[in-house]
């Protein structure tokens, strides 16, 4: 069935673009995601996001000796922005005495408590995401459909 002012060729198309269509997993779809989000929104019910830290490197440097350890962590894991949180833990077998640590961290807004696999993912990085999806669809049907 055609519907109004569109030809079976362009909503053959758009159905291609839709979740159940165009991904293996529908309800992961960054698409898919943005418009459950957006429900949420409607429905007034809470989007929550939450500012998070990851340390990323830290360097040690002995007081005393001025030795000096430097490690970059491969895979930081992100936690919580919040009075107390430990954002990393040391382990030494021999104490060296006193010593400074300098920690690189790199923070992110993400969102948290949707019940959706969005939750840990960046808002900003979503959006993006969602961003480049719609102007690939809007530019291949501009050009498909209307020679843009």
């Not at 898919?32 to 939450?50: E, M, P, S, T, Y």
């Not at 000096?68 to 104490?95: C, L, N, S, T, Y």
């Not at 949707?114 to 669809?137: E, F, K, N």
Request: aromatic share 8%; charged share 25%; net charge negative.
């Amino acid at each position: 069935m055609v519907k109004p002012f569109i030809s079976a060729t362009a909503l053959t198309e758009i159905e291609k673009c839709q979740p159940y269509s165009a991904y293996d997993v529908p309800d992961e779809a960054d698409i898919w995601i943005l418009n459950k989000l957006d429900i949420f929104d409607k429905h007034r019910l809470l989007v929550v996001a939450g500012q998070k830290c990851a340390a990323t490197e830290f360097t040690i440097t002995i007081v005393a000796t001025g030795d000096q350890r430097h490690e970059i962590i491969p895979e930081p894991k992100w936690k919580p922005v919040e009075d107390g949180a430990e954002i990393i833990r040391f382990r030494f077998v021999d104490h060296p005495g006193k010593m400074r640590v300098q920690i690189k961290l790199v923070t992110a807004i993400q969102f948290i408590q949707t019940g959706l696999p969005a939750d840990g993912i960046g808002v900003q990085d979503a959006l993006r995401q969602c961003v480049g999806i719609v102007s690939r669809i809007v530019n291949d049907f501009g050009k498909d459909f209307f020679g843009e």
